[in-house]
């Protein structure tokens, strides 16, 4: 499975911004989705990840209700929405898949096995 990330940028505190995951080779095996983050001089963390057949959601704390994961299965992509960024947003973000990931260990990034490459995200204040 390939994956390719789109839609970093920079943005104001408060703003909005769409990135996008497309996925290839093999799509219909994955079991979730998800988008990590890192900021300069920490780790990566889980930012929010998606069942790739049932559609259920699993964000990290600091995210619920300005962030929204979603797929689409016809065109084999995933997309994070983000609204009212924060400057504390600001990272490189990283889409993700596996086929056998399970609940429990969504938020572990080493229980991913596929990775885009990053794109980044400036939230200013």
């Known amino acids: 499975v390939q994956l390719q990330a789109f839609g970093g940028g920079s943005v104001q505190a408060g703003g909005s911004l769409r990135l996008s995951c497309a996925a290839s080779?093999?799509?219909?095996?994955?079991?979730?989705m998800g988008w990590f983050r890192q900021a300069p001089g920490k780790e990566r963390e889980f930012v929010a990840a998606i069942n790739w057949g049932a559609g259920y959601t699993y964000y990290r704390d600091s995210v619920k209700g300005r962030f929204t994961i979603s797929r689409d299965k016809a065109k084999s992509t995933s997309d994070l929405q983000m609204n009212s960024l924060r400057p504390e947003d600001t990272a490189v973000y990283f889409c993700?898949?596996?086929?056998?990931?399970?609940?429990?260990?969504?938020?572990?990034?080493?229980?991913?096995?596929?990775w885009g490459q990053g794109t980044v995200v400036t939230v200013s204040s």
């Open positions: 993700t898949a596996d086929p056998s990931v399970i609940q429990s260990n969504l938020a572990s990034r080493t229980a991913y096995r596929y």
């Open positions: 080779g093999g799509i219909s095996r994955i079991r979730y």
